[in-house]
């Protein structure tokens, strides 16, 4: 079997820290309370996304309409990535590119849903009614920007990456699962290069609506990552101290990486920002003290011994987090511990490509020799990812 | 130097051989290969009214629902999770591998094409009435019904990856699930990535399902706003006719197909029975729109041929072609352009038929049911049958199934194409190429 070394070679970011690399380079430096919004949708805080520019990467308006807000940044993200590889205007390159997305649904027409909702109290024939107003309210194109693999077809068509898409759901292990794929096909060789990446976006009532059954959101301010659980508006819904549980502030943000073969990489002259080695993951069943054991484990399984920094996806969920960090410690004493749920808060399936994008940010910037991304999703999925310098 | 061979356990290019050791299918024509076999080859529908919810105004009004399984709530997810998780069983007790939550569970990971996963009008309906209150009703009333704690179990129901946590928990599979989607080639592609895995040498077996349960309003709805359905209500039997003239869109379906692939060292070592062999997977992109292919048909050719050059067989050794056929003007139109132009004049007497005349389009689930049923056809010699062919379409050069035909078929290319762009074909054969 092939073990080829993959680099990455192109790093599009997008969240409330704003745009591109060192928008977020300045963000970390900075350790400064990330830009919230806590009145929108109160009262859930959340990371609103940085104004963009769309025209600059969604160049036809017509596209622009065709897209609901995850895709169209999750559009801009592709792009940014694929300009920062050096690939934007490489028809060649880009229609062998493959494509793995993490991705969730798109957003619902929140008007519409609600006067179906209030239409349906009186209605003398719900069944009758339902079907009239969806086949009059819903505009025939909303379900092209909520279907999952669209956000894949939109990148295609807007960019023109033709190699053939995959896009991967459930939640934050999404997204590692698609770091793990992409790597994985690149180091056997059964491909050169990937795009990887995905996006989400929190300014929307329907996940809120989804997140708040189950207790998992924190209300009604941001908090630091590792601070949470002391909250006292959280209410614990297995009857517990309130409060202890912490919870998550959603963050609109997206994450695109360009993988290559580091041969690929260098015949053809690029910048390799840094390497990507092995991603693990694994899904042990949720037990105290299952997860700090998994993560151990999957430590040691990339053969992580030193890195400068630990970007944690940590979720804010408190009892999550301390067996994140107990897991980490246990496997990297010592190890300077960052939530990236400060710098962007948490984008669900964007987390592991966000903290993986940064991470390589970081190494290409000198900043970090050795960066390991770690990710335990809200309900299942623990994985490490090593990021080291080129 | 001599042309590179494969062996009973490798591949010419020196991988894995990838075989199938058990496969299970849930259609609306029944539960389990033997009957849904007999039916296929019977010609029989499984499209019928719809009876699951009240469907008057709607323009399309039948569907292939798998009327004999159900769940309670009656959602998506859970009706996904319930045909996977049938299909998965019949696939892993041919297989005789070991599954389930003993200690040695499943030998490989698991790879499960799921549906899109949304709250449902029920469980709005319900949030809005807990909501309260005579004005109107809006997320943040949604959010506040949320927040009374009544509603907690209904969190899982509603995200992605749960259907893939229930199954991995149920088989025992190995490491992360993987939950995916390529719109209506996600069964095919499910396929796919575990036949890679196995070639990768990371996993001795793989448990690729693909499976859908979404006959639900809204859904249809969509998919009816996007005049993508047959509006040819009665008979509902009739009204799915791939490549004839007078086709007029697809009808939805549901059901699901597991398999069970392994190396073929492997299921060699352990004896298990060879049902057929996973030789070429082959993708192609297509940025052209958002639900049509390139008018010159390039991805679906390019898609093809690359599941002809991954399996190392040119198309003439290709027997018969189990086709995307969804029976929309668009897909059958491009389908037939691309099979003409990989398989030349040949074309015009490879036989080809699509299973989707039966069973309606099942989806997510298409790629893995119709995968499933081309090992059968190698294993039967039988070639199930296009029904409704009565009005063959006379710009489509093809040699249409339209009644089950006894054949040696020993390798078959099965396609499947989706909205976004996607285009994946597999090749299944009989024996190493």
């Known amino acids: 079997m092939m073990a ?19 928008a977020h380079l300045a963000a970390f430096a900075s350790a400064e309370t990330p830009r919230t919004d806590a009145t929108t949708f109160a009262p859930y805080p959340v990371h609103p996304v940085a104004p963009l520019a769309l025209d600059t990467q969604i160049p036809k308006k017509s596209d622009q309409r065709q897209m609901e807000p995850w895709q169209r940044l999750g559009v801009y993200a592709a792009g940014l990535a694929l300009d920062s590889a050096g690939v934007k205007d490489d028809a060649g390159f880009k229609a062998a590119l493959q494509l793995i997305v993490a991705a969730g649904g798109g957003e619902r027409d929140y008007a519409v849903d609600g006067a179906i909702l209030s239409g349906l109290r009186g209605a003398a024939e719900p069944g009758a009614f339902l079907n009239e107003r969806l086949l009059n309210d819903l505009r025939p194109t909303l ?143 949720r037990a105290p003290g299952s997860v700090a054991a998994s993560l151990t484990r999957l430590i040691g399984e990339v053969g992580l011994e030193r890195p400068d ?12 987090a301390a067996e994140e960090r107990a897991g980490i410690q246990a496997a990297l004493p010592g190890a300077d511990i960052r939530a990236t749920g400060d710098l962007v808060g948490h984008p669900m399936e964007t987390a592991a490509p966000f903290g993986t994008a940064l991470a390589a940010a970081l190494c290409a910037a000198g900043t970090a020799r050795e960066v390991a991304i770690t990710s335990v999703g809200h309900r299942r999925g623990e994985g490490v990812i090593r990021v080291g310098a080129a | 130097m001599a042309e590179p061979r494969s062996s009973s356990t490798h591949d010419a290019q020196g991988r894995p051989l990838v075989a199938v050791t058990g496969l299970g ?34 323009r399309t009004r039948i569907a292939g629902t798998v009327d004999f399984l159900d769940t309670n709530p009656l959602v998506a997810p859970l009706l996904s999770e319930r045909f996977a998780a049938v299909a998965a069983e019949e696939a892993v007790a041919q297989a005789g591998i070991s599954a389930g939550t003993g ?46 704690r009544r509603f907690d179990a209904w969190h899982d129901l509603f995200i992605f990856g749960t259907v893939a946590d229930r199954l991995a ?40 399902i693909g499976t859908d349960g979404s006959v639900n309003p809204e859904s249809l709805i969509r998919f009816s706003l996007l005049s993508a359905l ?57 940025g052209f729109h958002r639900t049509r292919s390139s008018p010159d048909g390039a991805p679906v050719i390019a898609a093809m041929r690359a599941a002809l050059a991954d399996a190392g067989i040119e198309p003439d050794a290709i027997d018969h072609v189990n086709a995307h056929g969804t029976s929309t003007p668009e897909n059958d139109k491009m389908e037939a352009l691309g099979v003409s132009a990989v398989f030349g004049e040949r074309a015009g007497r490879l036989p080809i038929s699509s299973n989707k005349s039966m069973i309606g389009h099942t989806l997510t689930a298409a790629g893995a049911i119709e995968a499933a049923v081309s090992l059968l056809t190698i294993r039967h010699g039988r070639i199930p049958p296009t029904i409704n062919y009565a009005v063959p379409d006379p710009a489509l050069l093809l040699d249409v199934v ?28 009989d024996e190493p190429a």
């Open chain 1, 4 to 22: 080829r070394d993959v680099v990455v070679t192109g790093i599009g970011l997008v969240s409330c820290a704003g745009e591109g690399i060192a």
């Open chain 2, 25 to 58: 299918i849930v259609t609306s024509l029944g539960r389990g290969a033997a009957e849904n076999w007999a039916a296929l080859t019977a010609g029989r529908s499984g499209i019928r009214a719809i009876t699951r919810f009240p469907t008057e105004g709607l």
């Open chain 2, 230 to 286: 047959s509006t040819q209500n009665d008979p509902p039997e009739a009204a799915s006719k791939p490549f004839s003239k007078n086709r007029d869109g697809f009808v939805m379906g549901e059901g699901a197909a597991a398999l069970v692939l392994e190396s073929a060292e492997s299921a060699r070592a352990r004896g298990a029975p060879i049902l057929g062999y996973v030789l070429g997977c082959g993708e192609k992109g297509d």
């Open chain 2, 169 to 208: 928990d149920r088989f025992g599979t190995r490491g992360s699930p993987i939950s995916l989607s390529t719109a209506c080639s996600s069964g095919a592609t499910a396929i796919q990535l575990g036949a890679e895995a196995i070639r990768r040498g990371e996993m001795a077996a793989a448990l690729c």
């Open chain 1, 143 to 285: 379900f092209l920007a909520q279907l999952s693999n669209l956000l894949a077809g939109n990148i295609s068509i807007v960019h023109g990456v033709t190699g053939a898409s995959r896009t991967f759901m459930g939640e934050e292990s999404s997204g590692v699962d698609a770091l793990r794929i992409g790597h994985a096909r690149i180091t056997s060789g059964q491909i050169d290069t990937i795009l990887v990446g995905s996006s989400y976006n929190a300014e929307r009532p329907d996940v809120m609506v989804v997140h708040e059954m189950g207790g998992f959101l924190l209300k009604p301010a941001y908090r630091p990552v590792f601070e949470r659980g002391q909250d006292e508006h959280h209410a614990d819904p297995q009857g517990g101290p309130p409060g202890s549980l912490g919870g998550f502030v959603l963050g609109s943000a997206a994450a695109f990486l360009v993988l290559e073969a580091a041969e690929h990489a260098r015949a053809r002259g690029a910048r390799a920002f840094a390497r990507l080695m092995p991603v693990a993951n694994d899904r042990v069943a």
């Open chain 2, 103 to 148: 200690a040695a569970g499943f030998p490989g990971a698991l790879f499960v094409a799921v549906p899109p996963v949304e709250m449902e009008w029920p469980q709005r309906e319900a949030l809005a009435q807990a909501a309260g209150g005579d004005g109107a009703i809006t997320y943040a009333g949604l959010q506040q019904a949320a927040a009374s």
């Open chain 1, 309 to 320: 920094l630990v970007l944690s996806g940590a979720t804010g969920l408190a009892d999550l």
């Open chain 2, 402 to 429: 339209a009644t089950a035909r006894d054949a040696r078929v020993s390798r078959v290319l099965s396609n499947s194409f989706g909205f976004g762009g996607q285009n994946t074909c597999l090749v299944l054969g």
